[in-house]
């Protein structure tokens, strides 16, 4: 069955570093790989999507890259700030239309001012 | 409203119990989704319907858990004879048929 493996640790970065998640999966590719910010006691919140023909995506501080032969995804925040400490969920769709979509456990990023 | 809505906030029901979490979608969003949350994991796939009709329901992990759609907007999921290990997280979320889900806020369920 398809699994998805995100660090499991937290990750503690001095604020205005870079912090870098990493989302690695077995088995197929998905179509679309997607990043979630979840805060606790909240639901998920969509950040980024990135299809399988993509290579990389950035919205403003965040940027996302898609390595199909590597089987994983790199999520990285540029400059951090305290605000973005969070648990940041990395989900996988299998198929080009609205699917099945599977997430990872997180990983809980801590930004220390 | 314009977000997802889910009902019940907070339930608290004693084991054996039947219990229903109803979810109120994104107006116009064709696909919704029923995941489960434990402390520390992440969402857990339950059921995905496509309009009224059940796309996948693989994620159900057995005959306890039902769920339902009948007009293609408001989704009800039902436990029956409920178990200490259902408590979680009952997450719904809505979506157009580009990938991106809106959650709602969940439904916490407790069993005793």
């Known amino acids: 069955s398809q699994k998805i493996e995100q660090n499991s640790e937290a990750l503690n970065i001095q604020e205005g570093k870079t912090a870098t998640l990493t989302c690695n999966y077995t088995?197929?590719?998905?179509?679309?790989l997607q990043w979630y910010r979840q805060d606790p006691g909240r639901g998920p919140v969509f950040l980024l999507l990135i299809r399988e023909n993509e290579k990389e995506k950035r919205k403003e501080r965040l940027k996302v890259t898609f390595d199909t032969t590597l089987k994983q995804s790199l999520f990285h925040i540029t400059a951090s700030q305290p605000a973005d400490s969070a648990t940041y969920l990395c989900?996988?769709?299998?198929?080009?239309?609205?699917?099945?979509?599977?997430f990872g456990s997180g990983t809980r990023l801590s930004i220390r001012p | 409203g314009a977000g997802v809505s889910q009902t019940p906030s907070n339930k608290v029901t004693e084991k054996g119990k039947y219990v229903e979490l109803r979810c109120d979608p994104i107006s116009g969003h064709t696909a919704l989704y029923w995941y489960r949350q434990s402390l520390g994991q992440g969402p857990e796939f339950l059921i995905y319907?496509?309009?009224?009709?059940?796309?996948?329901d693989s994620g159900l992990p057995n005959d306890r858990f039902f769920a339902v759609r009948p007009e293609g907007s408001v989704s009800t999921l039902k436990i029956q004879r409920t178990e200490r290990g259902d408590s979680a997280v009952y997450l719904c979320?809505?979506?157009?048929?580009?990938?991106?889900?809106?959650f709602g806020e969940g439904s916490r369920l407790t069993v005793l």
């Open positions: 088995n197929y590719s998905p179509a679309y």
């Open positions: 319907f496509q309009g009224t009709g059940a796309a996948d």
């Open positions: 989900a996988l769709d299998f198929y080009s239309s609205a699917s099945k979509i599977i």
């Open positions: 979320a809505s979506s157009q048929l580009d990938g991106e889900l809106f």
